[in-house]
Nanobody, 118 residues
Framework: QVQLVESGGGLVQPGGSLRLSCAAS????????MGWYRQAPGKQRELVAAITSGGSTNYADSVKGRFTISRDNAKNTVYLQMNSLKPEDTAVYYC????????????WGQGTQVTVSS
């Protein structure tokens, strides 16, 4: 079965850094676009960053210049490097994998909590 397993969340002070990882299994990872979403309490889930199967990236305006998404197809893993963290980055971060071939295939991880607080 398909599994996306996030890790790397935690508590960090404002201005600090964290690196999230998402290890995928059960899919041909290199063929999937991968993304990181987040959901803060009382808010809708939003796209933070995405990377295509070809390596093109896009970011939410709120994280541009601070976050970097990358992928290692040999390890079936996507990363989110988060620098200069702000309290408003506090949320549950979810890994997403998606591709379209005749139909849409989409999978989610269970989420990892990131809390930015002094």
């Amino acid at each position: 079965q398909v599994q996306l397993v996030e890790s790397g969340g935690g508590l960090v002070q404002p201005g600090g850094s964290l690196r999230l990882s998402c290890a995928a299994s059960g899919i041909i990872f290199s063929t999937y676009a991968m993304g990181w979403y987040r959901q803060a309490p009382g808010k809708q889930r939003e796209l933070v960053a995405a990377i295509t199967s070809g390596g093109s990236t896009n970011y939410a305006d709120s994280v541009k210049g601070r976050f970097t998404i990358s992928r290692d197809n040999a390890k079936n893993t996507v990363y989110l490097q988060m620098n200069s963290l702000k309290p408003e980055d506090t949320a549950v971060y979810y890994c997403n994998g998606k591709k379209f071939f005749i139909r849409t295939y989409e999978y989610w991880g269970q989420g990892t909590q990131v809390t930015v607080s002094s």
